[in-house]
């Protein structure tokens, strides 16, 4: 599985990014698939999940109601859109590809695939 996380930049406060992540031929329906971030000094977090099917969304606290993960089957990509940016959001995002069976699908150590990283910055 191989996975490219593009779609980083500058926007300011209140602005909005896309990010994107492709993936390897029929990743989207063989795994779920999550984005993460990892500010400076910090520990990765989740961000958002989206299942095998597409069926089913997740979605940090601070980032509900913001964000939206979706996927695109025959392009192979997940997208998070991100409106609403605050100066908090900044960060390497990533985007992750697992089989998650358990209920830690929130923990960056139960996906097996990693995208290399796009930064967000927003400035206030």
């Known amino acids: 599985v191989q996975l490219q996380a593009s779609g980083g930049g500058l926007v300011q406060a209140g602005g909005s990014l896309r990010l994107s992540c492709a993936a390897s031929e029929r990743t989207l329906s063989r795994y779920d698939m999550g984005w993460f971030r990892q500010a400076p000094g910090r520990e990765r977090e989740f961000v958002a999940r989206i299942s095998q099917s597409g069926g089913s969304t997740y979605y940090a606290d601070s980032v509900k109601g913001r964000f939206t993960i979706s996927g695109d089957n025959a392009k192979n990509t997940v997208y998070l859109q991100m409106n609403s940016l605050k100066p908090e959001d900044p960060a390497v995002y990533y985007c992750?590809?697992?089989?998650?069976?358990?209920?830690?699908?929130?923990?960056?150590?139960?996906?097996?695939?990693w995208g290399q990283g796009t930064l967000v910055t927003v400035s206030s």
């Open positions: 992750a590809a697992g089989l998650l069976y358990g209920d830690s699908w929130y923990m960056d150590y139960e996906y097996d695939y």
